[in-house]
C-alpha cells in the first residue's frame, strides 16, 4: 500500500513540474527549454491562407503564438484547433498573433487547395501558411531537439524571444497545459513593450 502511495506522490510531482523542465519526447542533447531565449530564424513559408504574407519581422510589437500542424490524421492538431482559435479570438485585440504552419505528412503530393479545405475544416480564422519541406520546423525545432513530436508551438514575447515552447501532442481548454500556454499569453501580453533605440 505505501508503494502505490509513494508511485501516486511520484505522479503528482510529474505533473506539478513546469512543461519545459523535460526534455521533448525523444530529444538527444538538447531540450526545449535550450531554445528559451532565443530568437528564432525568419521563417520560409509559402501559400498563406486567411490573409497576406507575413514575415516575423512584420510582428515586432506583438505577441506571437506559432502552432505546426497537419490533417487529417492528425487527432493532436484536431483537438488543438479549438485552443488556438480560442486564443485567436479573445487575444487579438490586445495584441497576440496567432499563426499556423501546416507541414505535410502525408505520401500524396501536397496540394495547397487541400491545406485550405482542412483549415476551414478546423475552424481557423488566422493567417495559416504551408511549411514546404518542413524547412522552417527543422530551423526552428527539429535542427535543435530532435523530437518525435512536429506539432509544436512557439510563443514569442513582443521582441521575438522564445519564451514557451509546447513540444507537442495537443492542449484543450481544462488541461494543465492549456492553462500553462494562456497563462504566459497573459504575462507576455502584460509586458509592457522594451524601449528601441
Known amino acids: 500500500m505505501s508503494s502505490v502511495r509513494g508511485l501516486a506522490g511520484l505522479a503528482a510531482l510529474v505533473l506539478l513540474l513546469p512543461p519545459l523542465a523535460a526534455a521533448a519526447p525523444g530529444a538527444r542533447g538538447k531540450d526545449a527549454g535550450d531554445l528559451l531565449g532565443k530568437r528564432p530564424p525568419e521563417w520560409s513559408v509559402s501559400h498563406w491562407l486567411n490573409g497576406r504574407p507575413v514575415q516575423l519581422a512584420d510582428l515586432r510589437g506583438k505577441v506571437v503564438l ?21 486564443f485567436h479570438r479573445r487575444y487579438r485585440d490586445r495584441g497576440l498573433a496567432v499563426l499556423g504552419f501546416y507541414h505535410h505528412k502525408s505520401s500524396s503530393r501536397l496540394d495547397p487547395e487541400q491545406v485550405e479545405a482542412w483549415a476551414g475544416d478546423f475552424g481557423f480564422e488566422f493567417p495559416v501558411a504551408i511549411d514546404g519541406g518542413w524547412r522552417t520546423l527543422r530551423r526552428w525545432w527539429l535542427d535543435e531537439v530532435p523530437s518525435g513530436w512536429t506539432s509544436v508551438t512557439f510563443l514569442l514575447d513582443r521582441e521575438g524571444v522564445v519564451r514557451h515552447i509546447h513540444p507537442g501532442g495537443q492542449y484543450v481548454a481544462g488541461d494543465g497545459d492549456y492553462a500553462a500556454l494562456e497563462a504566459r499569453i497573459e504575462r507576455l501580453l502584460a509586458e509592457p513593450p522594451r524601449a528601441r533605440p
Open 66 to 86: 506559432v502552432r505546426w500542424w497537419t490533417a487529417p490524421h492528425c487527432p493532436f492538431c484536431r483537438a488543438t484547433a479549438p485552443a488556438l482559435n480560442d
